[in-house]
Structures are given as structure tokens and as C-alpha cells.
């Protein structure tokens, strides 16, 4: 609570970028594909979650299920 959008924007970021680090340290190309997918979508859920209270994490997390749901869903979840 008192956290305007453009901090939480940056929280959110900042959360990517720590993923997106750990991507290319793991080096699973499946790992750094999920992460770079669900760095296109976290906006679309931090937006539809706006009037509830959340934090940074649960964004990201909640973006990399739905590229593993939809894998798993279209028959897609192999690199």
C-alpha cells in the first residue's frame, strides 16, 4: 500500500531482470525462452491486477504460468 504504479513498475522490472539474469546463467534454452516469454505478458497481468494488492513477485510468477499453461495446452511445451 502508499506504492505508486511507476515504483511498482520498477519492482516488477526489477524482478524480470533478476530472472532473466538467472536465465542465462542456468543456460536451459527452455528456461530462457519461458522467461523471455513471460516478460512480454507481465504487463498485461500487472495491469488487470491493479486494484488488488499484490506484489512484483506474484506478477512475474503469475505471467510465467500462463507461457507454461499455454505450452502445455497447445503441445508446445518443448524447446
Known amino acids: 500500500?502508499?506504492?505508486?504504479?511507476?515504483s511498482f513498475t520498477t519492482a516488477v522490472d526489477a524482478e524480470l531482470e533478476k530472472l532473466i539474469r538467472l536465465s542465462k546463467r542456468v543456460g536451459n534454452p527452455?528456461?530462457?525462452n519461458v522467461i523471455l516469454?513471460?516478460?512480454k505478458r507481465v504487463r498485461y497481468f500487472q495491469n488487470s491486477m491493479y486494484d488488488e494488492v499484490t506484489d512484483p513477485q506474484e506478477v512475474v510468477l503469475l505471467a510465467i504460468i500462463s507461457v507454461l499453461a499455454e505450452?502445455?495446452?497447445n503441445g508446445r511445451l518443448r524447446c
Open 30 to 32: 527452455c528456461f530462457q
Open 71 to 73: 505450452g502445455l495446452y
Open 1 to 6: 500500500m502508499g506504492r505508486t504504479q511507476p
Open 37 to 39: 516469454e513471460a516478460s
